[in-house]
Every structure is written in C-alpha cells, then in structure tokens.
C-alpha cells in the first residue's frame, strides 16, 4: 500500500512513517520544513520527501493519505485531498486499526514524563527479552531510534510501547490521540492543566484521560500514582480495569528513597513482597515517579521487580531530556525539554539535590502554545526558586511581558529579546564562576530548537577553555 504523509517531519509522524515502512508499506510524505535531524532519518529509511503542500504531489493518488494533526482546512494538500474524494485517515487512527492490533499495547500518558517513562519501560521490556514495538516522542538513547516495529516476546504475545499524547487527533477528530490506541495497560503519569490552546481547563483534559480509561479492558491495568488528586478525579468517573496504584502510605506499591537525589531507591510491592533497588545515574523524586510507574507496568506482564530495576540500572536516558552535552573544568551545560512550571521546577529540584550548593543556571525559553497565551505565569517565577540564577529568553512570539515573571523570581533573574545578548550573559555568568573557583550547572530549558542556541553556546564554551 502507498501511503502519504503530510506534515511527515513531527516526531511522531516521522517515527509513524519509519514504522510503516518497516511494515512493508511504500512511504512518501511532505512538510514545510524538511530539514534534519527527522529528514535524514526518513531519507535514510527509503522514505520519498517532499518540500511543501504542492497538491501535484497527489497525482496520481496513493493508497491512503494520512493527516498530521498540525494541518489544518486552507493547506493546500488538505484541500484536494477532500474535493478529489481520496482516501485520508488521521495517524492515531492508522496506527492504532493496523499496526497495533492484536497486540499487547502498553500507552504512557500524563501531562509530564510520557517520554522518559516510555523509553524506561521500552528499556525493561527489551532487557527481559520481550522484543517490544514502540513509538516515542523523543529518541531514547539506549536504543537509538524514536520507533521500531518489535518482534515476539517468549510468552507468544508482541507488546508494542507508545507515547500516549492528550493532544488532539487531527483537524477533523478532536478527540485526544490516545482514545486509538485500545491500551491494554494504561499509564497515567500525573495530570495538570496544559495545551491551553484546545483545551479549556483541566476538566477537559480530565473528560479526554477518562475516554481513554473507557477503552481499557477488564483484563487490563490503570496504572497511576495514588497521590495524585487530578488523576483520581478521572478515575472516580468510573475504571472497569484492574488498577494498581504507587507513592502513598497504604498504596500496594511503594518506594524508598536511599538517597535524597533519588539516585537510589527501593521499591517494594507489598501485596507479592516483591522488592528491588534501583542504583543508576539520574535524579529527581520526578524521574523516581516515572520509574515506579514503568516497573509496574512492566510488572503486569509477568516482568519480576529486581529484573525491571536491574534495566534501569543501565538505563542512559532520553536525548534532550536532562542530556548532558558538555562538561569541562567545573561546568556541566544540559538540555532539556522541560516547557511547563512543574516541569521546569521538578528538574531544576532535581538537580540542586544532586549537585549540592554548585551554582545553576536556568535558561528559558517560553514558547509552548500554553506558554505563548501567557498561561501559569505566576507558577513560572515559582518554579525556578532552587536555581541561583534564571535568563529567560522572549522570542518574537510571546506578546506577554516575561518582565512581572523576572521581577517576582524567586532567583535571581534577566530577560533577554535576542540570542546573542542572551548568550553574552551566560558566558558572563561561566567567566565569574571560573574566577571564584565555583563549579557551574547551566540547564537550556525549551520544547523546540531554540534557534540553535544550545550549539553556539557549546562552541563558545569550547573556545573559551582552549583560550584560557
């Protein structure tokens, strides 16, 4: 079958077409912007680009056109494909009619730490020998990729992972992606309000996570942290799978920090008396979350605690999620992915329990659709308390004042409206750390490319340690 993707360069439409063509399927797709590091990875896949909505690109038709949920009625491809009469289907809805059926679908969602507790549970299932499917919207770093196809686990089932996004299908199925993918076990992380652009408040997105609990079956799981109010709210509307909940004094599942980082912990199931340690190389009470929520689920399918914990002792990570890219002399600069005030407050939390009183640097750049609509501004001056220092970054297309955000800033704070006075002050602030001795975290917090700033910023850094 040829299929052709518009908007094919997203992460998960271009993780979609890479499983697709692994299916055997001919691939074509087009995007505005085709550009690395997605194009390269579709070009290298056998997949066909296309630069822009030209509706020539149609003719003649193919199989089946599948819509990115960033297009929208007037792009032109959108337009001929309806006047035309062809064939067209949103990319939840593909995936979950054909690639995901008959298998055992293990979906990650919430409002923070989909990604990470995907690549986690991935990594487990994986290092038990269970030759997991998945599509993540990042690139785990333990596998390389953001999707694969997978393969048969010993048990005679294919258990496929998936991020599982709130956000909504397409331009013509409003519902959230995540009511297509019939979870067998269902993770759901957390759950604030976000993506105030099609979303009201956090009843909406309540009223989305409670259809997708609807579609898990009796024989599945719920799984979710037992503290969180919000997520409760969603399953007292009504759960007819097994639940298995974590975190809370009387919860069946608990865990134990051995160290404040949570770089190390037990976890403990106290109906089976199963017990585990996790010893690994990340921190954050956040990132202990996810990974009580990937050993449980990885628990329902038969995988044992100490085996679940063992893979995360060799768990690397997610690109662009805490990812350390440079370190010399005392300063260590990472990227992350971090765009909402929990989010932001829970890795810099992190953070400061693991390097003591070394200084961090925050730098920020707003620029989610909620950020853009200047939604949670107060939580933003809170979320930075245990940095000492915040820049934050106002790119053209945030039309409220980040200055009421910097001036309330429980940390010391400056706005910058260009790229290179922004880095100017960051190099500033590396020079007065290396003058007085003092070790330096600098932490690049955006959801998109933040105009190559991250790679000026390393190229600057290695300069300056070659001239000193």
Request: proline share 3%; net charge negative; glycine share 8%.
């Amino acid at each position: 079958m040829h299929l052709h993707i518009l908007g094919i360069c997203g992460t998960f439409m271009g993780s979609l077409a890479q499983l697709a063509k692994s299916a055997g399927h001919r691939v074509s797709g087009c995007d505005a912007n085709v550009y690395p590091p997605m194009s390269t990875q579709l070009q290298q896949a056998g997949i066909e680009l296309v630069e822009g909505f030209d509706p020539v690109q149609l003719q003649p038709a193919p199989d089946l056109i599948i819509i990115g949920n960033a297009l929208s009625r007037g792009n032109p491809c959108v337009e001929y494909t309806l006047d035309q009469g062809l064939s067209y289907m949103s990319g939840p809805q593909w995936l979950g009619d054909t690639l995901l059926k008959n298998k055992h679908v293990l979906a990650v969602s919430g409002t923070h730490g989909k990604t990470t507790t995907s690549s986690m549970l991935a990594k487990i299932l994986d290092n038990a020998g269970y030759h997991p499917g998945y599509l993540i919207g990042g690139v785990p770093q333990d596998f390389g990729v953001s999707a694969r196809i997978g393969g048969m686990a010993p048990d005679g089932k294919q258990y496929f992972v998936i991020e599982a996004d709130e956000y909504d299908t397409a331009f013509f199925d409003k519902r959230s992606k995540f009511v297509h993918y019939h979870s067998n076990s269902l993770i759901i992380n957390n759950l604030e309000f976000d993506h105030a652009d099609i979303f009201d408040d956090l009843a909406a997105i309540q009223k989305q996570f409670h259809h997708c609990v609807r579609t898990v079956p009796r024989s599945g799981s719920v799984i979710y942290p037992a503290d969180d109010t919000a997520v409760l709210g969603v399953i007292e509307q009504g759960c007819w799978s097994q639940q298995q909940n974590f975190g809370s004094a009387d919860a069946p599942w608990q865990y134990r920090l051995e160290k404040n980082d949570g770089s190390q912990f037990q976890v403990i199931n106290r109906v089976t008396k199963q017990t585990g340690q996790v010893n690994w190389q990340h921190s954050g009470l956040h990132n202990v979350k996810n990974a009580m929520a990937a050993i449980v689920a990885a628990n329902q399918i038969g995988i044992d605690v100490k085996q679940a914990c063992d893979a995360l002792n060799k768990f690397v990570g997610v690109k662009r999620r805490m990812e350390l890219i440079y370190s010399s002399q005392n300063i260590w600069v990472y990227d992350d992915f971090a765009h909402h005030p929990t989010a932001i407050n829970t890795t810099i939390d992190g953070l400061r329990a693991k390097v003591g009183d070394a200084e961090i640097v925050a730098v920020i750049e707003p620029r989610s659709a909620t950020m853009k609509l200047g939604v949670h501004q107060q939580a933003l001056s809170l979320a930075v308390a245990n940095a000492d220092q915040v820049m934050w970054y106002q790119n053209a297309n945030i039309d409220w004042d980040l200055g009421a955000v910097a001036e309330s800033s429980a940390a010391k704070a400056s706005i910058s409206k260009d790229i290179d006075s922004l880095q100017r002050k960051l190099l500033h602030a590396v020079k007065e750390s290396q003058a007085d001795g003092k070790p330096i975290h600098i932490v690049i917090m955006s959801n998109g490319g933040f105009e190559g700033f991250h790679l000026s910023v390393v190229k600057q850094l290695r300069y300056l340690m070659t001239v000193q």
